[in-house]
C-alpha cells in the first residue's frame, strides 16, 4: 500500500510513523507513507498557500489552486483509490471503515486545517471526508496520524501474529477482553483463576462473557450492530 499525505504542517506527522509498528509495516516494504508539504505546491515567493475568506466572515481559508497543483501532481504518478479530507464533519472513523481501507491500494490523506479550506476542493477533488471523533483539533495532522495507524495495522503481515489484529477490540462489534500477565499475584491482587486452568474451552468461555459485558456496560451500542459488519 502507498499512503501519501499532503499537509502545511509534515514535521507534525514525522514521529508517529518513525517508530514501532508502522516503522516495522514500512521497513518491511509492506506501507511507503510519504509526507508532501503543501507550501512546495505554492506559485507565489512567498510560498503561501492561504487567504482571507470572501465574505463578512473574519479568517484565513486554504486555497484551492495549491491543492489542486499537490492533488493532479501526486495522481499523475499513482492511481489512488480513496483522496481522504481529515475534518470534524465528516464519516466518523470506525474500525469497519479501518477495514475497508486497508484493503485499498493506494491512499492520499489531505489534512484539514484549524483556518478552514476552499470548499471547491471538497466538492471536486476530494472522495470521501473522515473525523476521528465528535471534537475539534486544532488541524489534520493528528487524525491523519491516527487513521494511517488504525490502518495500516490492518495490512496482513504487518502484526507479527495476524491473529492479535483479529483479537482487537471492535473486530466483532465486542470489546476485548481483558489480558494479565505474571505474576499470577500481586500485591494480593489475583489474576482470574479460570485463566491459569489450562481448559481452553472455560477460557474461550469466560473471555466471550468478559467481552459481551464490558461491551454491554461501555459500549451497548456496538450489540446493535452486530449484522453491520
Ligand atoms: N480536524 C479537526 N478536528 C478533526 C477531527 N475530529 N477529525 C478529523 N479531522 C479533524
New binding site residues.
Partial sequence: MQIDIISVLPELLQGPFAHSILKRAQDKGLVSINLHHLRNYSTNRHRSVDDYAFGPDAGMVLQVEPIYRAIEDLKSRCHYDEIIY???D?ELLTQKLANELSSKQNIMVLC?HYKGIDHRVREHLITRE????D???S??EL?AAVIVDSVVRLIPGVLNDETSALSDSFQDNLLAPPVYSRPAVFNGWEVPKVLMSGNFKEIERWQMEQALERTKRLRPHLLDSVDEQ
Avoid at 473522515?130 to 471523533?133: A, D, K, L
Fill in positions: 481529515t475534518s470534524p465528516g484539514g473522515v473525523s476521528i471523533g471534537y475539534v483539533l488541524g489534520g487524525a
